[in-house]
């Protein structure tokens, strides 16, 4: 009907200054950028979803954003990180609670003040024991005003912030964690809870103790780091902080390239897309064509039209599921990589009728016996690198004799229902190539792909032969975060 | 982008607050987090549909059944499944009472009736079957919509709840369009087997219900398990967080925790170590190979103290 521009931003929320407008939409534009779609009319939503927020619940007002703007649980985590940044330290200037309050140590002894006598007074003769003391106790007592008050102080003391110095977060959360030596801290606690009870502490009791007391830390890092932002965005301003914190979502995560966190993330993000990958190849098996016409069904439905073929009926498709044969390379960079995919395609292999894998690097093994039998095919990949045998000589990737070696003991396996999928950068160390092996595999299956996790400007460069190997495939594909790598998957199957 | 803005303030506001959701749904048996609390109200006063996400087992559909209970209106519920189409969803003509209609006239044809009236007739409210979307939209009486594992349906028919979603009415091409008198709450649950489309999204407010923290699983504990003693509900609580924290491939969700709860107290345990723990694994997990994993985890578990 109306353009969307015309619905546009006509009337402003009543009782909200421009202020909060444009920080809402500094808000929308970095959320954008972090790669969350959010539309114009779910822009205009969380406007109207405003007006009848009370601005000062700051919990509600999240609440009424997230649920607007944000419609995929996987980028809840970035929302919340953006949401941090941009209406974090404005709690005064919109009363939304939570300022920044640099006098955290006066806080401290204000909490501590009726409890404890020593601290009188000002609370700046906090040393560094004393504070650890604090610390300690607070946690043991699980009081979270006083943790939140200690992480301020924490970072004061600690972190050594400067203005204008062009440092990521990450840097002073390592400075000031390293004070707070946590470690020692739960070391500290458990004994504690030992003492505490008079009889011996069961297993289970001291795990569930552990468990507990290690979300409480948890809890204070992500102040301490919260605390850290607040104070980054006051000296630089919400958009440089936010660009500095902003990080992929999961599903465009470069595997070659994926810290430890990341990869934990994407070892999250993989089960639900295999299963929403399964469901969604299934289906289209099931509806996507229709067979051949079925000349029996139809005249017999005739019938009941005096004899008019009016209802044509078709035979059940029964697409022939293709045979899949993984040759990956595990070495140094690249396993990550060839992990995921052996990952998902193992995860779907009820969509395949047989799926084989041989692993390498400069020399060759199966590891499909890994994974059978084996309910979680993250337990079987976590095996591979234990149990596979795939270092003949030194130890770097040779492609040529990998594909040897497969040529040799497996090649006459290989039918016209095969499809070879061969997993890595292509970087041989200048050693042979061996191209006519390729080309023979070719020849004997349905299909070769050549999945590279590098990025296609670096094909080619230094050691890297993709494109010798090019011609004898059916495509090479730049596979390098799970998005690419389930859309290839997903036309294969 | 032909969404027109559904009517926002229908003058008919259910509650006070978010606050006030909450101290509803609490009285009513059902105990919110702050989001859900805060969305629901949202949901009432943008008068949109809310889809809630999230684990089997953590309270959405009851989210529903509570919301109606609350506010005491009727639950009308659409079951998804693959293969759900409009006669089912919607609404759909009553052929065979038709067909008896068009019979009775010809006995009477003497009348003189023509073909005409019958064809009036035979397309009008009296021959239509209304299913539970329009039978939603139709109601006098405050109605809370559900429909249920929107995930199960085709690509093709999410299309179909669109209209309803965004301008709460259904084209019925005999009769013309139905709108709604009143702007009934609509929730879509979602076991997120598949990606929703954006089309659906966009018209939601989205909500995502995930395993309750320590507190709030604790009281929902204690207030659905009458008789259980605050000691046993805090270990319990605690020990299906431990299981959670594992990587399973189902993770135990609130009504396993309850069930497990129950059983306990029917067992008459007071405290719980880890062989019972063990050896009642069965009630929290349902695939063997998690059981296996647990029990071998919490036996074991003196070996990470040393770490």
Request: with cysteine; hydrophobic share 40%; glycine share 6%.
């Amino acid at each position: 009907m109306s353009l969307p521009v015309g619905v546009g931003v006509p009337e402003l929320p009543l009782g909200t200054s421009a202020g909060l407008l444009e920080s809402l939409s500094g808000f929308v534009k970095e959320l954008r950028n972090a790669g969350i779609p959010v539309s114009l009319t779910e822009n205009l939503d969380a406007m109207e979803a405003l007006k009848h927020i009370p601005l000062e619940d700051r919990d509600a007002f999240k609440y009424a954003l997230a649920a607007t703007l944000v419609k995929n649980n996987s980028h809840w985590k970035t929302f919340e990180t953006v949401f941090e940044v941009y209406f974090s330290l404005r709690g005064r200037e919109y009363h939304l609670v939570d300022g920044v309050d640099d006098e955290a140590d006066d806080l401290i002894s204000d909490l501590l003040g009726p409890r404890e006598g020593e601290s009188s007074g000002s609370a700046d003769g906090l040393t560094h024991e004393q504070l650890a003391e604090m610390l300690f106790r607070a946690l043991m007592d699980g009081n979270e005003a006083m943790l939140r008050a200690i992480a301020r102080a924490a970072v004061t003391r600690y972190a050594g912030m400067e203005p204008g110095r062009p440092v990521g977060g990450t840097y002073y959360l390592y400075r000031t964690l390293r004070q707070l030596d946590l470690d020692a801290v739960l070391q500290r606690m458990m004994e504690t809870a030992r003492d505490q009870t008079h009889d011996e502490l069961t297993d289970l009791e001291d795990r569930l103790a552990r468990e507990e007391y290690e979300s409480r830390l948890d809890a204070l890092r992500r102040e301490i780091e919260a605390e850290i932002r607040r104070r980054l965005v006051a000296d630089r301003g919400a958009e440089a902080v936010a660009k500095s914190v902003r990080k992929p979502l999961p599903e465009d995560i470069d595997f070659m390239h994926a810290s430890r966190e990341e990869l934990v993330a994407l070892r999250k993000a993989i089960a639900p897309l295999t299963r929403k990958l399964a469901v969604r190849l299934a289906r289209k098996r099931r509806h996507g064509r229709k067979g051949p016409l079925d000349f029996r069904n139809t005249v017999r439905h005739s019938l009941s039209y005096g004899g008019v073929p009016a209802d044509p009926k078709f035979r059940y498709p029964r697409p022939s599921k293709p045979e899949i044969v993984v040759i990956a390379d595990i070495s140094g960079s690249v396993a990550s990589f060839a992990r995921f995919t052996l990952h998902l395609v193992y995860a779907i292999s009820s969509q395949f009728s047989k799926v084989r894998s041989f692993v390498f690097v400069d020399g060759l093994d199966e590891v499909s016996q890994l994974f059978e039998g084996v309910d979680d095919p993250a337990e079987a990949v976590a095996r591979i690198n234990a149990e596979a045998d795939v270092i003949a000589f030194d130890g770097h990737s040779d492609y040529g004799r990998a594909f040897l070696t497969f040529h040799e003991r497996f090649a006459d396996q290989l039918t016209k229902r095969s499809t070879i999928l061969i997993l890595g950068d292509a970087r041989n160390n200048y050693h042979q190539a061996h191209v006519e092996v390729i080309a023979d595999l070719k020849y004997r299956s349905k299909a070769v792909y050549w999945l590279n996790p590098e990025p296609t400007s670096y094909w080619n460069s230094g050691d890297s032969i993709v494109r010798q190997y090019a011609p004898y495939c059916e495509r090479v594909v730049e596979c390098r975060t799970l998005r690419q790598l389930e859309a290839f998957v997903g036309e294969l199957a | 982008m032909s969404d027109s803005v559904p009517p926002s303030d229908t003058g008919s506001a259910r509650f006070e607050s978010p606050a006030s959701v909450r101290e509803g749904l609490r009285s009513v048996g059902y105990l919110p987090d702050d989001g859900i609390a805060g969305v629901v109200y949202l949901a009432d006063r943008l008068g949109k549909p809310i889809l809630v996400e999230g684990p089997a087992g953590t309270g959405k559909t009851q989210l529903a059944k509570s919301v109606a209970e609350l506010t005491g209106a009727r639950l009308i519920r659409l079951q998804c499944y693959e293969g759900l189409d409009e006669s089912k969803a919607l609404y759909e003509w009553n052929y065979k009472k038709q067909l008896l209609r068009i019979q009775a006239q010809r006995v009477a044809e003497d009348d003189g009736g023509k073909w005409t009236d019958i064809e009036e007739d035979i397309f009008s409210e009296p021959f239509l079957l209304t299913r539970p979307l329009l039978e939603a939209i139709r109601a006098e009486e405050p109605v809370v919509l559900l429909i249920d594992e929107v995930d199960r349906v085709e690509v093709e028919t999410e299309a179909l709840l669109l209209e309803i979603l965004s301008d709460y009415q259904v084209s019925i091409p005999e009769l013309g369009t139905v709108s709604a008198t009143q702007i009934p709450l609509v929730f879509l649950t979602s076991n997120n087997t598949r990606e929703l489309s954006e089309a659906l999204k966009r018209r939601c407010l989205f909500l995502h219900i995930d395993y309750p923290d320590l507190e709030r699983e604790k009281e929902i504990v204690l207030t659905r398990v009458p008789g259980i003693t605050e000691s046993l509900a805090d270990q319990v609580v605690r020990i299906v967080r431990s299981i959670r924290s594992l990587e399973l491939k189902k993770a135990p969700s609130v009504s396993e925790t309850l069930d497990w709860a129950r059983t306990l107290l029917l067992l008459g345990i007071q405290s719980v170590d880890a062989d019972t723990a063990t050896q009642t694994l069965h009630i929290l997990l349902k695939y063997q190979s998690d059981i296996e994993k647990a029990a071998k985890d919490l036996s074991t578990s003196s070996a990470s103290t040393s770490r």
